[in-house]
């Protein structure tokens, strides 16, 4: 259960309102790689994935998943304090605007029209969030890769919102930001060392015996360039692979078992044509089936 | 530009057809996990983030996404192949169940409806693949991080796959795509490798300068426990961090700074209830900075 | 900010799993009737309208709000435990269903493939959240009653749950969270009555003066039955209106100034056919132009 | 079943076409604020929950969501004109643009390049409406809250609208847009009285006895100010509950039954680490259980 | 403006009723081949596209629209009938079913949960509908195309139900849709008759100056099959087009121009890598240059 | 299984990079009417309907859909050239624009925040792309409508491009799309005709008795105009049927059965209101059903 607090984790101040950055700003909100996101993806890794075995690491996600909650409410008194005086008609917008640039073509019209100059739960182009984007596997390994990711993309969004604006308020908003982004980067690599460390997690899950796994495949580089050339050299092309278990070499990309996959007609109650039909007496199909056979002859 | 073989890769084999697990491949197909949404991801870094810089991250990703195309089409191979002879209507639904348990029941009525006994492009529950899963940031270190995100819930659901069949050629098939997904994992590991490592790489982007972070949070572990308990140990709470540039520490949530956040009043145009509206006659606006001002003093 | 607890508010207990009623829970974290929906709902109304004018109702949404985050545990802890011992594969399943009614036939299969049986953020169909569904439109009144149809349909869905269940410790768990349901109706009503009233605060929002709505027909119920007769009598077709600003009274639809609206032939290079040109010589243009009209003379 | 007549019910006039406005108004036809979802809302409700019981419910809403159909027509039309002349390509663009901003700019690039010209089904972000906004829940109190609430949101973003435009014949017709909000809001809270009014009706629904309900929290004001200070006074806080049920007081949030939720360990087949499995060697699961334990001893 | 009448058009009887087949019934009124689909269709293009030029065929499009409404309300009806009686719990739900096979398996949960045993707006999985499945695009060909298609996946679907029940109230009602259908595929090929037929309208648009496409691809039908093989021959290998613009043939692919596309470095505040930055010391960003131009050398 | 080349089919060029161009050129990624739509549609109609029956229609489809990957190609090419030196920053912006008009105001703000300058798999409103738009019926001659549908959508958004801009590179490129464009409506045509032509195809599916649909319904124009005129005559309202069937003939909607349709009471547990139960003491139901009756009388 949650307690809350009125008063917020770092400071927000605005010096300057702009209802374009206000905009931008919403990508950290609702944006794929924003904080409702994580905020929920580790709330659901919480209660689900990391209730299983040790506890410290649901003890982990629970802190984080809660601090999250704060920076998603820093992040919409942002938005709301630099929407403070935009313009709600033509002529206010006329007037604002000394060299023509008009600043409602710029905003998120919905700052207006949906939400009396607040933040809104989507994106910098007004798309919602939507939860299919909370990786919570079951997995506790996967999971931690997720989060990596996502506080990549996100720090990666901090930094070019930080660079975006000129605003010294909003500049040391996102310097906190971006610090606790770097912080959650190396807490979810830490968690893989706990574990044991990359060659003992690795392949993901590990719980999976690899003898099962095609031979000749889990360490592969498959090529496809039509030119039939060798592909470019890389970490990944030869030597140890990462996880320690196989070794890296090149594979041409070859049909194994030659197959050219082939349906049966369809049912006569299936809604195909009759053409296509088990009974059509066009005999159509088989012809077709003849012809795929004769490709492989 | 690309070409087509009409052959597989790897060979399709269904021995007993089971509409049930078509479609629980679906999840494989059109899921968060799948394999549209990592060959469209590969493809999209390939044309953006790694059209920049060395040509051989470029060269790495173009030969992974052309052969996930090849991923899609086996499994859309294998969907259908377990529809065949499915039950169209009630009479064969009930013939074909001597014990009880419906076909229909289990299987998505949508292989019937919408596709005629074929794969459609959406997970398990029929929810339809959407490109917002597609993560190709422009950061090609976050980009990496992404993909082995995606190859390990990939590989998480591919066992759960083959541990839920007894179907020997479906197994076969699935051994195939969890090898695949072995080298993927390792495959992108080795980027970050090849760019120098973790340490070097870390925290991404590593082109913003980390002395604009706010010192004290960038390699803090924040907890908000009510009891105000210390946190439990774990790699996180102590020791060097990942990245080797700082070192991890235990900070309880405080406020920085003790802001209460209060906006302006409506505007008078601005849609709200007059008693929010900047010239209300009910004092209430006033009345509510008042106390806003109180919590603090 | 906030802080959290790692124990529940309230007991959470399971006698006999069942992958199917977790499937059933899931409406109530992921559905639009759902937890995580009144969660950030209220979260954005603080964020937003509510710090504006007086802090009491933003201290109202805040509490409600957090309180709110544990529910969606409760519930997410809920489906894991329904879900333990759930079949993951096909001999299991078979194993598990001695009167033939399969138990994979009825759960969500993402249960097993994406969450590793845990709750995930969708629904009962498996379709994710999204936030289009928080509203927080700047205007207290609105959200309010945007708050009390949330509880309603919340409080409907978690009765259906109740009746649909037999174990006594789901019954438990559901009573209390009804009887929160209870309460957040309640508390939603007792914010129009704070702020004076149905009638002072309707027609929503109130801050626009009527004398500019079009007379006629802010009061009248409008009737189309093509036969003509007259509405069934209702509280709404006679009788002072319900904010006591107006009179209900019936009124037949009717064309207010006959316009038969006809756009302008497409420009040139607007990608229409020949025919809808503006240029275009077939005249079909000039002919639609006089048959509409000649509808009205 | 259904009949139409092609000439509006209100007349749509354009002074000066403005394609920035053009797209605000979308938010009216495809928003979830906008047309396409009362309309359908009331006709599902009409369908569905108002089949049951007494006609006369069915018969208003039918008559309603019938209007709806003529106010989506209304604005399609009004978002068509607003088009007209709006620049095709970058010099006609700039030669309308005399100060330098944008038509382009503002608009929504859709209405070029998808609709010629013409309305959207979607909101002002581009963002087409989707279904789930359609409640129709088979309880009809919890069906007239859903419509007052959306109706409310209707009227707010219908007066944001008309403050926007300077356009007079769009004044008009939102004039007209703005009087039926108020009927529509007045015409659902007339049911709730029809029905018996808000004691009688809530707790909605009103068929689950509230004996069931846990009593001590059907009626309280719960807080969790981490600070411990009381909850600021309203109408919520103390006094006779809304519904007239019971009475309201406050209550401090603790946990009832002090339970740490603690999943069993994953199943050695469910796909994730070693470390989390059932059997695993590693000890860490038993580590684990302890710790949990340990919490509250 | 519009007009109901609260009769059907055609009779809804079901004889037996049947929650599974409620849920099939979904796809014919939510999915992307249902009426809520083609009714919005038709109502933008009428409101749109059909606005401009001649009005006959706004008319047409008007006229099937408001039909189409009525066909959502039959089916919604249908639905409901199907879904008397459903079971509400786990006891009604082993109690009807004799065999072993649960009737809530099959059923569209929602339809208790949501509904109250009523229709949704969304899919036989239970997937909203939503509106980006409108086609309106300003050009009526297009259009006409949209609309066939949306009809023949109709009538397929609605063929399919009509094969999967064995109830007569349900075999004829779907015997009028199915009809219907047949109509409205047969209406709209007529308008591109009507047109001036298939040679006139093709290619859509008809308007842009086939002088200015490319003229060796317009005609060409391009294989990519890396055996090098020919295509099979079809109707589209040779002879005339259908358009009877220009001479079918066949053509390999190739890359006019060979052009490997390679990007500037990322700017140095663009929140890429260091090693992909423009002002990057490691020189990774030349060699990629050199490598990229080596590759055509 | 499938291979690449890493030179573009066709030439890519950008004389003078436009931010909003990027834009607008995402619809034809992204969009409905675009490439990544086709491209998946095409393989899902290769793999499952084209799969059955004659082989030549599937090497039709894989052709195709495996060029247009190199279509998205070449527009993900195109937007992240028109991206260069766009500003990222609020200087930036104000220096790039001398007369006023923000460059930042007309781009997709994505373009700099999640992509860094590269395409997005979403719209030009950015709206990421899903697969529910991808149409593969398992009827082949629905598929070649819905292929047709999505050829003219994509030629009219093409050409509309190609206007839009004045870019010679821009223009070049679009002039190759226009024409493969005009071929693919030709060759999903010439399939048709493959098939045996309109007449007999349709109706869709032909593999359905035309005898069992209701007769007076299958070639009827039913008309709906409240007044009662006759539509206005088009191909559609007489002659014969264009699949050649039937005869075209005018219908006046009329209520075929006069069925007004009513629902049982709620059951007791169903979550509806007291007043809408099956057991409810107040007899409005009774009263209800008993008005029902009353219409008809």
């Known amino acids: ?14 010096e300057k309102p702009d209802p374009r950055f206000a905009r931008a700003l919403q990508q950290a909100i609702g ?37 999250e909650i704060g920076h998603i409410e820093m992040l919409a008194t942002a938005v709301a304090l630099n929407l403070e005086g935009a313009p709600l008609n033509e002529k206010e917008d006329a007037a604002k605007d000394l060299v023509g640039a008009s600043v409602m073509n710029g905003m998120d019209m919905r700052h207006i029209l949906s939400a009396g100059l607040a933040a809104l739960p989507s994106d910098a182009n007004g798309v919602p969030f939507d939860c299919s984007h909370i990786y919570a596997s079951g997995n ?15 720090r990666v969004l901090a930094t070019r919102l930080y660079n975006m604006t000129d605003d010294a308020g ?31 997690q690795l392949p993901i899950p590990n719980s999976f015996p690899q003898s099962k796994e095609v031979q000749d495949y889990n360490y592969a580089f498959v090529t496809n ?12 092309t030869s030597g140890p692979s990462i996880d320690g278990h196989g070794e890296f070499h090149v594979k041409q990309m070859v049909s194994e078992g030659d197959q050219v996959p082939v349906l ?19 005999g159509l199909v088989q012809q077709g089936m003849q012809i795929a056979k004769d490709i492989l002859s």
Chains 1, 2, 3, 4, 5, 6 share one sequence.
């Open 31 to 67: 944006g794929v790689e924003g904080e409702i996101r994580v905020c929920l993806q580790y709330f659901f890794q919480a209660w689900g994935t990391a209730s299983r075995g040790p506890a410290k690491y649901k003890d982990l996600l629970l802190n984080t998943a809660t601090e």
């Open 140 to 154: 506790l390994a996967a999971d931690m890769y997720a989060n990596i990711a996502a506080e990549s993309s996100g």
């Open 264 to 282: 049966k007609p369809s049912p006569p109650m299936g809604g195909g044509q009759v053409e296509h039909s088990a009974d059509s007496p066009h």
């Open 170 to 200: 909003m500049k040391e908003m996102l310097s906190f930001l971006i610090a606790r982004d770097t912080m959650h980067q190396n807490q979810y690599l830490a968690v893989i060392e706990d574990l044991g460390g990359v060659s003992a």
């Open 225 to 236: 360039n039509v030119s039939g050339e060798p592909p470019m050299e890389g970490r990944w």
């Open 1 to 14: 259960m949650y307690f809350h607090d009125r008063r917020l984790q770092f400071p927000v101040r605005v």
